[in-house]
């Protein structure tokens, strides 16, 4: 299956694309700053795109050519009902054939080449 078509099987209805574009305008410093290293295929290649919607959940970055989704976590995800809400949206994603890689928006921050490396091994899986 071609990857634009992928993508077109999980878009959600307009409420989820309208919101994710208003996510898009209100990135974090962290989503930002890994925009400008995945965006136009400068990482290994791959398509990228940012807050995009997958079944019921918007993700903050997908290459859907590799099926690979890259989320940023702030603060909010180490409560409690963050991690179950991160729990339960990642074993949907990979029960759709997605895999998910994870890291803290201090992460990007600080060290945005460790973070570039694991993205790249995750595109070679």
Not at 11 to 34: C, F, I, N, P, S
Not at 91 to 97: F, H, N, P, T, V
């Amino acid at each position: 299956m071609r990857a634009g078509n992928l993508y077109h099987r999980f878009v959600m209805h307009h409420r989820q694309v309208k919101r994710a574009r208003r996510l898009r305008r209100a990135g974090t410093d962290a989503e930002k700053l890994l925009w400008q290293k995945l965006r136009s295929r400068r990482l290994g290649g791959a398509k990228f795109r940012r807050q995009a919607p997958i079944g019921p959940y918007i993700v903050d970055f997908v290459s859907f050519e590799h099926k690979l989704v890259v989320e940023l976590d702030g603060g909010q995800h180490n409560a409690p009902e963050g991690r179950q809400h991160d729990l339960k949206r990642t074993a949907w994603l990979e029960d759709e054939g997605f895999r998910v890689l994870r890291f803290w928006n201090n992460q990007v921050l600080a060290n945005l080449e460790g973070v570039l490396e694991s993205i790249i091994k995750g595109l070679d899986k």
